[in-house]
Nanobody, 121 residues
Framework: QVQLVESGGGLVQAGGSLRLSCAAS????????MGWFRQAPGKEREFVAA?????AYADSVKGRFTISRDNAKNTVYLQMNSLKPEDTAVYYC?????????????????WGQGTQVTVSS
């Protein structure tokens, strides 16, 4: 069983930045696809970004968000710049036991508890 613990959420003004972190337990981290998803009130959970050896992004965040991983620390990051009010959501870290990278939530095996990101206008 893999446990994922997110941190780094908070309240920020539009145009600001936040960096989310997700620490994973277990020894097979480097073989996992790691993803970030988000869910706003009244909306379905949506794909934000994912990474194997390189990253992929939803169109809505491309050019503003950067996903990265440190396999030595079993941690994945999401650097979020130029934040907009529509980025407000609970952000979830997810792990998939295999490659390749996918953007479908039900393809991921483990989930964190989520961290709130609120962007004020």
């Amino acid at each position: 069983q893999v446990q994922l613990v997110e941190s780094g959420g908070g309240l920020v003004q539009a145009g600001g930045s936040l960096r989310l972190s997700c620490a994973a337990s277990g020894r097979a981290f480097s073989s996992y696809t790691m993803g970030w998803f988000r869910q706003a009130p009244g909306k379905e959970r949506e794909f934000v970004a994912a990474i194997t050896r390189s990253g992929a992004y939803a169109d809505s965040v491309k050019g503003r968000f950067t996903i990265s991983r440190d396999n030595a620390k079993n941690t994945v990051y999401l650097q979020m710049n130029s934040l907009k009010p529509e980025d407000t959501a609970v952000y979830y870290c997810a792990a998939r036991r295999t490659f390749p990278l996918v953007s479908t939530a039900n393809e991921y095996d483990y989930w964190g508890q989520g961290t709130q990101v609120t962007v004020s206008s």
